[in-house]
């Protein structure tokens, strides 16, 4: 789908783009001209979380120089971009903690290019698009498009687009797999068993695809939107979960309203006449899904509109996993994505707390060989990237709390990697996670079978084992 604002195709047709107050408005120049700039910068090198330093031909005070002088700059940049910068992410968060949305919004354009998208849900983040049309810059809009919006968000995206003359660009969900949902459970199965499944298929894996194109996302994630899960958002950081194009630990994330207290953000729309979703009158918050969304009442937190039916830990969607909290506790990825615990390529460990056993390749071959052995044990083979392992971590936590001292053992061993091929070999690995449970008088353990994971499913399957 078309972008939100025409980018160039390419250097040699299009020079660096020239401000107008419309968005996204590109002039031409000498096309042969800004090409011999072209040839002579290097190309990026993919993989690394390395940055050529901006291209800085037309500075704010000058975009409106010769076409000349304009490839002159890119020529002299282009030299620069050999002397690589690498981009140390904590230390601009910490840089640009007091920076206004706008200051904030405007570098990541200015870093990412077309390169870069921002990621609208349909409510409030409109502001987003509001702060990218001010900078003057060409930037991209996605939204996912669940199949089970509201009305009223399908054509809140229709005015937007006409009002900022910008084309979104829609994700939707696999439909083999929305399809094997609804079959297997039904419509409304998230009333019954968690709105995880659901999520997973109708956005997770759709925003997955989205980000696979990209260096960089923006979303409108704010702290006070969830104090208890969102309390340490960062303003830019290495994403900890979700990969770029140039494969994991390569996608930036920024969130430049993270600082922003929600009655600013408010007061903003109604000073720039933004226009906003039809239901945020009709007493809605937070805006989703229809089914999993309703008005909240004065004084309520925006949150208690999500999800209502379910314990308030568990009101994420998984988008943003790798910003979440759990309660009592720090998040175990910090603000530039850097494994803080026992982790691999840029993304925490999991499953940390002193009621699960690390097991090592060892220690896991030494329970196999056992016949009988002096207790039960839980294990979960698992990957830390992987977002399902993720979505179980609480609820695995919580069960080896409830486990502890009843004479049955919780372990966890990292099955990613190298260890890949031994746990599909000899511990049944077809996904992850995997649950296995070691019986205290039998050799072989036997598979967890469901994909309900929250603590009373997993409580029962080892109460009948047990």
């Known amino acids: 789908m078309a972008s939100a604002t025409a980018f160039p195709s390419s250097i040699s047709s299009y020079s660096i783009v020239s401000r107008e107050s419309s968005v996204g408005s590109v002039k031409r120049q000498d ?14 090198p993919r993989g690394r979380l390395m940055l050529a330093r901006p291209c800085r031909a037309l500075e704010p005070t000058n975009r409106a120089d010769s076409a000349v002088r304009a490839a002159a700059a890119v020529e002299a940049s282009g030299a620069a971009v050999g002397e690589e910068d690498t981009v140390d992410y904590e230390k601009l968060d910490k840089e640009l903690e007091i920076a206004s949305p706008l200051e904030i919004i405007d570098r990541a354009l200015e870093m990412f290019g077309n390169e870069i998208a921002i990621a609208f849900s349909g409510a409030e983040d409109v502001a987003l698009i509001e702060y990218a049309k001010l900078t003057g810059r060409p ?65 997770v894996r759709p925003l997955r695809r989205m980000l696979k194109g990209l260096r960089a996302w923006i979303t409108g994630q704010r702290k006070d939107q969830s104090p208890g899960t969102r309390a340490n958002i960062p303003v830019v950081q290495v994403d900890p979960v979700f990969e770029g194009v140039d494969g994991l ?34 007493g809605y918050v937070s805006i989703g899904c229809e089914p999993c969304t309703r008005p909240v009442l004065p004084g309520q937190h925006e949150r208690e509109g999500r999800w209502w039916w379910e314990d308030a830990k568990a009101k994420e969607c998984g988008l943003h996993k790798g910003n979440l909290k759990e309660e009592g506790g720090i998040s175990a990825a910090n603000g530039n994505g850097v494994v803080t615990s026992n982790g691999v390529g840029g993304i925490p460990d ?12 060892p220690g896991i071959e030494n329970l196999l060989k056992l016949e009988k052995r002096e207790e039960p044990w839980l294990v979960v083979l698992y990957a830390p990237w992987c977002p399902f392992c993720q ?4 609820s695995y936590v919580e069960l080896a709390e409830k486990l502890s001292g009843s004479g049955i053992k919780v372990g966890k061993f990292q099955a990613d990697g190298d260890q890949k091929p031994f746990a599909k070999e000899e511990l049944q690995l077809k996904s992850f996670p995997t649950i296995l449970f ?9 598979k967890y079978p469901s994909e309900k994971r929250d603590v009373e499913s997993l409580l029962a399957f080892v109460n009948a084992l047990r």
């Open 438 to 446: 070691f019986p205290k008088t039998m050799s072989k353990p036997i």
């Open 350 to 361: 999991i499953f940390e707390t002193n009621t699960i056993f690390n097991l090592s390749r």
């Open 31 to 44: 096309a042969s001209v800004v090409a011999a700039a072209a040839a002579a910068a290097p190309v990026r």
């Open 249 to 282: 630990g390569s996608l930036i994330k920024w969130n430049p309203v993270a600082n922003v207290d929600g009655k600013d953000m408010w007061n903003f729309l109604r000073t720039m006449d933004v226009p906003v979703n039809t239901l945020h009158s009709q």
């Open 139 to 203: 930037f991209r809009v996605f939204s996912l498009d669940t199949g089970r919006l509201n009305p009223e968000t399908y054509r809140f995206f229709d005015t937007v687009e006409k009002h900022y003359g910008i084309n979104i660009e829609y994700m939707f969900p696999d439909a083999g797999e929305v399809h094997a949902l609804v079959r297997s459970k039904g419509l409304f199965s998230f009333y019954e068993d968690g709105h995880q499944e659901c999520c997973r298929v109708r956005k």
């Open 391 to 394: 979505a179980m971590e609480a």
